[in-house]
């Protein structure tokens, strides 16, 4: 089972910083993503990354603001968040595309097969 393993969640003030990682089991063979989940809202990508090359994608709400990354070699992928607003809150998820997206495919949770079980991130006002 390669299911995602996320750490680096916790409480900020707005406009602070956090560092989410993901490890991936096995290490990483497909295109990955981190989706976030507020409460009373559904799970919405955040962002993605190709499993080689310099692709990602990015939510408009976060563009600018967050950055993707991975390490191969380590089978992490990260998700550094700067300038952290309220609306960032929610459960983080790391997911393992089914292989890579086209398009705009990458916002689609149908597409991917391993989900991690979360980590919470809360930012105050």
């Known amino acids: 089972q390669r299911q995602p393993v996320e750490s680096g969640g916790g409480s900020v003030q707005s406009g602070g910083s956090l560092r989410l990682s993901c490890q991936v089991p096995?290490?990483?063979?497909?295109?990955m993503a981190w989706f976030r989940q507020a409460p009373g809202k559904e799970r919405e990508a955040v962002a993605a990354i190709y499993v080689a090359g310099g692709s990602s994608a990015y939510a408009d709400s976060v563009k600018g603001r967050f950055t993707i990354s991975r390490d191969n070699h380590k089978g992490m992928v990260y998700l550094q968040m700067t300038r952290l607003e309220p609306e960032d809150a929610g459960v983080y998820y790391c997911a393992e595309h089914r292989g890579c997206w086209d398009g705009d495919g990458w916002r689609r949770t149908s597409d991917y097969k391993n989900w991690g079980e979360g980590t919470q991130v809360t930012v105050s006002s």
């Open positions: 096995g290490g990483i063979r497909n295109c």
